[in-house]
């Protein structure tokens, strides 16, 4: 089973790419499950077509922690498994605890034995700014963690800082880095300023998305690219990413 | 307008009547106070019971005043440490080493080598996602020849997945390695205190030739690691069970749960399907049926008109036991429980029928501080809170089900009422002491 973590700074574009390449995935017979790892619990919405689903942390504020897989965990495009950690009432509580206690909840309930996927996505909210966002990065969670950026300073800083804290869990068998995901906001100079945080971090880039109306045209139809425009070139670009992700993760994936 | 502290709360925040109690919460969770009756266990008194271990507690300062002293009480301060969070600890991230570090500082200093070293972290490390499999990792690879056991103190968690209680008695056999299982080697397990030799469990379990082994009767931690051999594992006390179930899981050994029960047909019930697992012929209870009988009817004439108050912590199936006492004659009036246990659903249901007037109270509501203790009533209490509560010095001082068992624990359990109608006891210096039998410093 692989385990993969997405990081990148908010409104970057983790949760549209990483659900188009769990769609790419699942296309080409891979079972996959994406654990959105945000507050915003929106990560899998185009996956199940916007419809909202119950937040892990919302269930367990509701049921205490007796709570059946069935009520986390949702079948979403093609297969691929969707859950939504959720997180604490914006301004109040601890993101990163909500995390931790997701993640562990999973675990304590055989979640990953019962649906036994081949390949697991984190998608995780912004920067690694407390333990909480660095669990799943840790032993037992992720092999690997890719950083989506565009060539924007701040996007560009936090995928420093999250570069920052692989390295300084290199000593402790956590995730090493996959390498960057370039998402183009067309900003000058693009592609050499995130060509220069690869060689920073000593990580490559791994797959390249152009801005496109295609991706908005999908989102306002509550789908992935992958679904709602399979012949389009950023349907493309997709699958190209997935595959090159799924290489570096060392999965041959015939896509 | 100002309120007089210390005036009678209303009654209905102290006090349901069987006939309107919801199960298995009667009372409303709320800010808790806990009363001056100390002699239940807890998470110190219990990690003492792992022969030549020592503990190590990692929290701020304030969060240690119980503990600590609750091992100066004990007489086991010196085998028990402690190491500072601090705010900078947190801000500069080093929670993980602080606990790596302080640890081996402790084990270097110490004039003796335990063989276990119980390491207690606190919510905090929680709260921060401390990453604590790297840190016990990194310990045993540090000290190969000491075992480290995971153990909690995270009240903070106490009301979702299984309780510090249930936690603290599963981490104590943590340390058990697999062995050859001996089909002749019978483990009880989960329980703060020895059951009784008296009792029809110990001695369907010796007579019939098998090996007895229980943490409360061993002296060394090679003692201690051959339970890992017994082909069967006994647990009597609700708190035990999931240790028993994750013994079963880890060691393969099998795991009955046979709890104290007030209840000559699921006595039976219960040693006809230990006999059955040991491959013996099961007591013949009729004799210690009269006995219990013979035994009650004394108690009962002792007590007179005396009310009968239980408490939760005498007992783990304290409506059970007023359903018992109440077919015998006796008038329980009270019982003090902030949660009816699940084993007690059935005697629940009978009392709301048939003892529609029973009054439940709870013991950590705050009002319960400033309730009346004491009044025209006279009560016999069974356990230390019921006898705070009812302001009574005619108690059974007994906590956790007192090691007993079987009719031979019906039989004592009514000889302690009989004594307690008929001797009074010095209450207040009696239920101030914590850890009711641990036996100060006897543990290892």
Redesign the interface.
């Known amino acids: 089973m692989i385990q993969l973590a997405v990081y990148g700074k908010g409104g970057i574009g983790k949760s549209t790419t990483v659900s188009n390449i769990s769609a790419a995935l699942a296309d080409a017979g891979v079972k996959v499950m994406q654990i959105g790892c945000d507050p915003k619990a929106d990560s899998t919405s185009a996956l199940l077509h916007g419809r909202k689903i119950e937040t892990v942390i919302d269930l ?1 504020q509701k049921r ?2 007796d709570i059946p897989l069935e009520d986390i965990a949702f079948e979403g495009y093609k297969g691929v498994i969707c859950v939504e950690a959720g997180g604490p009432t914006p301004g109040l509580g ?1 993101a ?2 909500a ?2 206690a997701v993640l562990e909840l999973l675990k ?1 309930k055989g979640a990953y034995e019962r649906f036994a996927p081949d390949v697991i996505i984190y998608d995780v909210l912004g920067d690694v700014v ?3 966002f ?2 799943p990065m ?3 969670y992720a092999q690997k963690v890719f950083i989506i950026t565009s060539g924007e300073n701040m996007a560009i800083h936090a995928g420093a800082n999250i570069a920052v804290a692989v390295e300084n869990f290199k000593d ?2 956590y995730a090493t880095l996959g390498g960057i995901i370039l998402n183009r906001r067309n900003v000058k100079n693009e592609d050499e300023k995130v060509a220069e945080l690869a060689s920073d971090i000593k990580t490559g880039v791994v797959g390249v998305l152009d801005r496109s109306d295609t991706v908005q045209d999908a989102e306002e139809l509550f789908e992935t690219v992958i679904e709602a425009f399979p012949d389009s070139k950023m349907a493309g670009e997709y699958r190209a990413l997935a595959k090159s992700v799924m290489e570096k993760c060392g999965m041959e994936v015939n896509i | 307008m100002l309120e007089r502290i210390g005036q009678s709360p209303p009654e209905e925040l102290t006090s349901v009547r069987a006939r309107d109690a919801a199960f298995p919460s009667p009372f409303k969770s709320v800010l808790e106070y806990a009363p001056p009756a100390r002699g239940t266990w807890n998470i110190v008194h219990t990690g003492m019971l792992i022969p030549q271990s020592h503990q190590v507690f990692i929290c701020a300062d304030g969060c240690l005043r119980g503990v600590v002293l609750t091992a100066a009480e004990m007489g086991t301060i010196d085998r028990f440490s402690s190491v500072s969070i601090r705010e900078d600890n947190v801000l500069r991230g080093d929670m993980e080493e602080l606990i790596i570090d302080g640890t081996a500082d402790i084990i270097g200093k110490l004039p003796y080598k335990p063989r276990a070293v119980l390491i207690y972290t606190s919510c905090i490390h929680h709260f921060m996602a401390c990453d604590l499999p790297r840190v016990y990792r990194i310990l045993r690879e540090r000290f190969p020849d000491i075992e480290f056991v995971e153990c909690y103190m995270n009240p903070i968690m106490r009301k979702s997945g299984l309780t510090p209680d249930q936690l603290m008695r599963r981490q104590l056999y943590a340390p058990l390695k697999p062995r050859p299982i001996d089909g002749r080697a019978v483990n009880i397990v989960g329980n703060d205190l020895v059951t009784d030799d008296s009792s029809e469990l110990v001695r369907l379990i010796k007579e019939n030739g098998f090996k007895l082994r229980e943490i409360t009767r061993l002296k060394t931690y090679d003692e201690y690691q051959e339970m890992a051999e017994a082909f069967l594992n006994i647990s009597t006390f609700p708190a035990a069970r999931a240790g028993g179930d994750a013994l079963s899981q880890r060691l393969g050994q099998k795991h009955l749960y046979l709890p104290f029960a007030f209840d000559y047909s699921e006595v039976e019930d219960e040693y006809t399907a230990l006999a059955s697992v040991l491959g013996c012929a099961c007591p013949d209870f009729g004799p210690r049926i009269a006995e219990a009988e013979d035994a009650l009817q004394r108690a009962r004439a002792a007590v007179g008109g005396m009310s009968i108050a239980i408490d939760y912590t005498a007992v783990s199936r304290p409506v059970q036991l007023a359903k018992f006492l109440t077919e015998h004659g006796f008038a329980v009036t009270d019982i003090f429980l902030d949660a009816v246990p699940g084993e007690d659903k059935p005697s629940f249901d009978w009392a709301r029928e048939h003892l529609p007037e029973l009054k439940f109270h709870p013991t950590v509501h705050p009002a319960m501080r400033v309730r009346p203790r004491g009044g025209d009533e006279t009560f016999l209490a069974i356990g230390q809170k019921a006898a705070y509560f009812t302001g009574t010095d005619r108690f059974v001082n007994m906590v956790e089900d007192g090691g007993h068992h079987g009719c031979d624990g019906i039989v004592k359990l009514a000889e302690l009422i009989e004594d307690a109608a008929k001797v009074p006891k010095d209450a207040r210096s009696l239920i101030q002491m914590k850890g009711l039998g641990c036996g100060g410093g006897c543990c290892g």
């Open positions: 367990i205490g922690r601890c990163g605890r995390i931790t304590e407390c333990g909480g660095s669990v840790r032993a037992g402790r068998g």
